[in-house]
C-alpha cells in the first residue's frame, strides 16, 4: 500500500505558517459548531453533574422543557457566549497543537509508533486546556446560574476576580489536567487509528467520506469522554463551587463518593454524554479535516497559479 495517502498531500507544498494558520481556522470552526450544535445538552449534563439529583433522561428533558418554558427558547443556550469564547481558540489551539506535536514527536502515519500517537493528543489536550482554563470555569459558572447572577461573560470574571480572587479562576485545574491526558489521547488516537484502517483496509485515499469522518470521530468521543468522565465530574464540581466545598480533588472524590456513592456520584450524566458526546466530537473531526483541506486545496492552487504567472 503507497504511504502517500496517509500523509495530507498539501503539507510539502505550504511553509509551515500556513499549515498553523489554516489548521487554526479549521478548528475554530469546527469547535464553534459542534458545541453550538450540543449547547442545550451540555448545560443540562453541568446543572445535574454539580448537584444531588439522581440523573435520568427523562429529568433531563424535564430541565430543558422547564428552562424553555421559564426562561424562553434562547435560555436553553445560556453560557453559549462564553463557551464559544473558550472553544473557540481552544478548539482551534487543540488542532494545531496536535498536528504539531505529531510533527514534533515523529509519530510514525502507518500505525507503527502508537505510544508517541497517543501522546501527541494527550499533550495536544493539555496545551489548549492550559492556556484557555479561566474561559471553560465562566463558562461552567454561567451555565449554572440565572442571568441576573452573571448577566455577561465579563461580569462573571469580575465578580469572581472581586469576591473570590485571581486563583478561583484555575480551580478544578488539576482534575481537568488528568481527564484532559484521558480524553484527548483516547480520542485522538481512537480517531487516527480508525483512519488508518480504513485507508488500509477499504479505500486508500486522503480524503475520507464526511460519514466516515463523522462516525469514527463519534467513536472517539464515546470512548474519550467514557475513560475521563469521573474527573470531569470532579472537574465541575470545583469550579463551580463558591462555597468552599470542594477544595482539592481528594475531598471532592472524598465528598462524593460518601455522599452518592460510585455510580450514582462519578457517572451521573454519562448515559447524556453517549448521545452529545459523538455528535459533537463527530461533527468537530469531520468539519476539521474537510475545513483545513479545503483551505490548503486554496492555498496551494493560488500558490501554483501565482507561479505560473511568473
Not at 78 to 87: P, Q, W
Not at 108 to 119: E, I, R
Not at 138 to 147: G, L, N
Amino acid at each position: 500500500m503507497a504511504k502517500s495517502a496517509h500523509h495530507d498531500p498539501h503539507t510539502s507544498k505550504l511553509s509551515n505558517t500556513q499549515i498553523v494558520l489554516t489548521s487554526l481556522a479549521a478548528g475554530a470552526v469546527a469547535g464553534a459548531l459542534a458545541k453550538t450544535t450540543i449547547a442545550p445538552l451540555d448545560r443540562t449534563k453541568i446543572n445535574f453533574q454539580i448537584g444531588h439529583k439522581p440523573y435520568s433522561t427523562k429529568k433531563a428533558l424535564r430541565f430543558l422543557v422547564e428552562t424553555f418554558r421559564k426562561e424562553g427558547f434562547f435560555a436553553l443556550w445560556r453560557g453559549n457566549s462564553a463557551t464559544m469564547a473558550r472553544i473557540v481558540p481552544h478548539a482551534a489551539i487543540q488542532f494545531t497543537a496536535h498536528e504539531q506535536w505529531k510533527r514534533v514527536l515523529k509519530v510514525d502515519q502507518d500505525g507503527t509508533t502508537p505510544g508517541k500517537l497517543f501522546l501527541a493528543g494527550s499533550l495536544a489536550g493539555v496545551t489548549s486546556q492550559s492556556l484557555t482554563y479561566p474561559l471553560d470555569l465562566a463558562r461552567a459558572r454561567m451555565a449554572v446560574t440565572r442571568k441576573h447572577e452573571y448577566a455577561t461573560l465579563r461580569q462573571v470574571f469580575v465578580k469572581i476576580y472581586y469576591t473570590e480572587g485571581l486563583m478561583t479562576f484555575y480551580r478544578g485545574y488539576m482534575p481537568t489536567m488528568g481527564g484532559v491526558i484521558i480524553y484527548a489521547g483516547v480520542s485522538f488516537f481512537t480517531y487516527d487509528t480508525l483512519k488508518r484502517l480504513f485507508r488500509e483496509r477499504i479505500e486508500n485515499t486522503h480524503n475520507l467520506p464526511p460519514a466516515a469522518s463523522l462516525a469514527f470521530g463519534a467513536v472517539a468521543g464515546l470512548l474519550g469522554q467514557s475513560s475521563s468522565y469521573p474527573l470531569d465530574i470532579v472537574r465541575r464540581r470545583m469550579q463551580t463551587d463558591s462555597s468552599g466545598k470542594y477544595t482539592n480533588i481528594l475531598s471532592t472524590l472524598s465528598y462524593i463518593y460518601r455522599n452518592e456513592g460510585l455510580k450514582k456520584g462519578f457517572y451521573k450524566g454519562l448515559s447524556m454524554n453517549w448521545i452529545k458526546g459523538p455528535v459533537a466530537v463527530g461533527i468537530s473531526f469531520a468539519t476539521y479535516d474537510n475545513v483545513k483541506d479545503f483551505l490548503r486545496n486554496i492555498l496551494v492552487k493560488y500558490r501554483n497559479k501565482l507561479l505560473y504567472i511568473e
